[in-house]
């Protein structure tokens, strides 16, 4: 027993120690509040002021920072947002499934296996902007494997589009006839043909030659075009109206932004699977189920409130992600309304504030903070949800 | 899925309308085995199995009997679990689990490649050591095997649920609460529920891994009690640590040794005129 004999090692030293140990971390956190208050007030600051209905409900005004504001960009989140979470969702949590219950037997193919975990593990890592270029080649051009989109010319690949030939009738009203081949541009009216009214009433069109009498009850006046009348093409998009390659659009921004969050949801879905104990699926195995049964009636809805807190975290980084979107989207900044298709591009709130933010004219300076703040407000209310439903199962698993 | 399946789900529209048990019933005629009919339910022959490199089981030979309760007794690591999880076929998500020899459930070689798993564990429930219910009500616990496995009204569940769970002595104590958490039940209680939801599926054997090694002694009594009457209807082979257990609720016991069978024969003959030295002392608690 060598220890009795051996002196002590001084307690107030240790103590001391201690002290100091304490107060490093403590200062090292305050730190970390003290930039965030900071960050904080001097946004409030700046743009606290303005943020009004008129700022949440108008667009952007070229070199009128008064009049602008941020509807379209938020809506423009929104859609780019839906888009990546209906894409990144289904795939990650498909592949976390695959990765964390689908373990192959065979050595080759569990090698396979193991490369997938190590690139999503990888993935985690690169930074966006990297994924914004992949987003372009990949989903903007498509590797030009479709053709080049021009100006004025019909996309060879496309869904959605309804196509008519506009023409106003003798009473000045637009009638649409359909359109049959989309690459006639224009085309003469010789004889009576279908077509609809602006209402999408179908009605039978009347010629009548230039300068003979026009009819006399103003109904058949709606439906008379003059013969020779030149009708020129109309497209009408569908809101899921698509084209071959995508182009800058938010379809391209949203596929990019999934890439981006893509390894996370999977990751975060992969921890979610794993805390659920190996007993349930014992209990699921020895009942007879499939593994896919065992997956969908026991793992999953064990796994779900974990892969949805997961999920949400991952959408907040999508949010407020800009180096992505500036590099697929191109800076856009200035649509007045919110996207009507999938094939339409549009400002978001991080390219609106990175924008604004180097804008010469410095009156958008400020609405650059105050739509900050709009974006953080968002971003809060996303991570409450997360914590809230985090919050909920625990309390429901104790009872 | 196979022919039998098919038939299976032929028998089960036949009889909508007749009670959840006897479209078991029916299942199971369909699959030709006459419950209780074959003296022997499971017969190991020159059996042994391998964790990768590792021997766990060697050359057991050994039959249990219909309608009774075998139980393997034997130190930790001695391979009675593995051999126990070979009957149902759970060591399949084990990858270098692999066994070689005769395993046979009634006329079904249980080791074919061809053998359903699915289908297996059909005919041949488990309970484990630890309860482990599904953190659903304890209604959709017993339902869930039977509404994986048949086609059956809600009305006919709802009775398979009702006579699982007297069945396992659980129905009394739970009837008012069929649709709350099964997590909010004793340790006890979960494991009669697990055991609801074994039956409830009607299979011919019961695997019970050391059933009450993680209860308390009024819930210990309570299963070995279900257990003496389960195997009226159920062959139950089961593992345990306790002598006492063994020796209280099982028909015939196998002692295990190192992956070997060192005796089996009847408890009463094994726990009082042991053949060997070896199983004496355990018996006795010299070792072990």
């Known amino acids: ?399 | 899925m196979n022919g039998d399946e098919e038939a299976l789900e032929a028998t089960a529209e036949v009889n909508v309308g007749l009670s959840g048990l006897s479209a078991i019933a029916a299942a199971r005629a369909a699959e030709n085995v006459p419950a209780g009919a074959a003296r022997i339910a499971v017969n190991f022959e020159d059996f042994n199995a391998w964790y990768g490199d590792f021997q766990a089981i060697r050359q057991v030979n050994l039959k249990m009997h219909a309608n009774n309760v075998t139980a393997f007794i034997g130190p930790s690591g001695c391979g009675k679990s593995t051999l126990l999880k070979w009957v149902n076929r759970m060591n399949d998500v084990i990858p270098e689990a692999r066994a070689s020899g005769k395993l046979r459930l009634g006329e079904t070689d249980v080791l074919a490649r061809t053998t359903d798993v699915v289908a297996l564990r059909r005919r041949v429930g488990m309970v484990f050591q630890k309860p482990n219910p599904f953190p659903k009500s304890l209604y959709d616990n017993v339902a869930y095997g039977p509404r994986l496995h048949f086609r059956m009204s809600k009305s006919d569940v709802a009775d398979v649920v009702e006579w699982a769970l007297r069945k396992a002595a659980l129905w009394d104590e739970v009837k008012d609460r069929l649709h709350s958490s099964a997590l909010g039940l004793s340790g006890g209680q979960q494991q009669r529920l697990c055991i609801a939801r074994a039956i409830a599926i009607g299979p011919e054997v019961l695997l019970m891994d050391e059933p009450c090694s993680a209860l308390d002694p009024a819930s210990t009594a309570r299963i070995e009690d279900l257990i003496f009457e389960l195997r009226e209807q159920y062959t139950i082979v089961m593992v345990t640590h306790n002598m006492q257990q063994a020796a209280r609720v099982s028909d015939y016991t196998a002692f295990f040794y190192e992956g070997k069978i060192v005796e089996d024969g009847t408890t009463n003959e094994l726990f009082t005129r042991p053949r060997r030295k070896q199983t004496e002392d355990y018996v006795t608690g010299k070792f072990g």
Request: glycine share 6%.
């Open chain 1, 1 to 399: 027993m060598p220890h009795p004999d051996r002196p002590l090692i001084n307690d107030a030293v240790r103590k001391a120690k201690n002290q100091l140990f304490l107060v490093v971390c403590l200062l090292a956190s305050s730190l970390v509040l003290v930039v965030l208050v900071f960050m904080l007030t001097t946004l409030v600051r700046q743009g606290g002021g303005h943020i009004s209905w008129r700022f949440l409900t108008s667009y952007h005004h070229d070199d009128n920072p008064a009049a602008s504001g941020i509807l379209p960009a938020m809506a423009g989140s929104l859609v780019v947002c839906l888009i990546c979470a209906a894409a990144a969702i289904p795939v990650g949590i498909g592949t976390a499934i695959l990765m964390e219950e689908f373990r192959p037997k065979n050595r080759t193919v569990n090698w396979l296996h193991q490369l997938v975990q190590l690139n999503v593990n990888n993935l985690a890592g690169v930074p966006s902007i990297v994924y914004g270029i992949l987003g372009v080649t990949a989903f903007v051009y498509m590797f030009n494997l479709f053709g080049v989109i021009e100006a004025n010319k019909t996309p060879q690949f496309e869904m959605g589009a309804r196509r008519y030939y506009q023409v106003r009738t003798i009473a000045k009203e637009y009638v649409w006839i359909p359109v049959q081949d989309k690459n006639e541009r224009t085309i003469r009216i010789e004889q009576p043909c279908r077509a609809l009214t602006v209402q999408g009433e179908p009605l039978e069109l009347q010629v009548i030659e230039r300068g003979a009498p026009p009819p006399s009850d103003p109904a058949d006046l709606a439906r008379t075009v003059y013969r020779g009348s030149v009708a020129s093409i109309f497209n009408q998009h569908r809101f899921f109206y698509a084209h071959l390659p995508f182009g800058t659009s938010v379809l391209s921004a949203g596929l990019t932004l999934a890439l981006v969050i893509l390894p996370i949801v999977v990751i975060s879905t992969q921890e979610a699977i794993r805390a659920v104990p190996g007993t349930l699926r014992e209990a699921a195995f020895g009942l007879g189920t499939t593994r896919w049964q065992m997956v969908r009636t026991v793992v999953l809805p064990a796994a779900l409130p974990g892969i949805m807190t997961g999920t949400i975290l991952a959408m907040g980084r999508a949010i407020g992600e800009a180096a992505p979107l500036l590099a697929v989207m191109r800076g856009v900044i200035s649509n007045s309304a919110a996207p009507a298709n999938l094939m339409e591009n549009s400002a978001t709130l991080p390219v609106l504030i990175y924008g604004w933010a180097q804008d010469e004219n410095k009156g958008f300076h400020d609405l650059s903070a105050a739509a900050i703040l709009v974006l953080l407000v968002l971003l809060l209310l996303m991570n409450a949800t997360a914590i809230f439903i985090r919050y909920r199962t625990e309390h429901n698993t104790r009872n």
